[in-house]
């Protein structure tokens, strides 16, 4: 939530970036499936798999818009 931003803005003095994080969990749920992975084992990893999801986008959007940049 956007309190919880601002919280942590005051508290560390950082820059926070709010992501969409929405579907992480269905694309994960869907990679695990491709897969083969159990469905009994899935919940274990489920998670760790959205996270890896959440920070490639932003990663991939820092890179996008460097380069973007450089375009310019």
């Known amino acids: 939530s956007l309190e919880f931003k601002e919280m942590l803005v005051r508290r560390t003095g950082l820059d926070v970036v709010m992501w969409d994080e929405r579907l992480t969990t ?29 920070l490639q986008g932003y990663l991939d959007s820092i890179y996008l818009k460097k380069k973007a940049e450089e375009e310019n």
Do not use: G, M
């Open 26 to 54: 269905v694309e994960a749920e869907r990679t695990l499936i491709e897969s083969h992975v159990r469905r009994e084992n899935r919940k274990q990893y489920i998670d760790k798999i959205a996270a890896v999801f959440i």
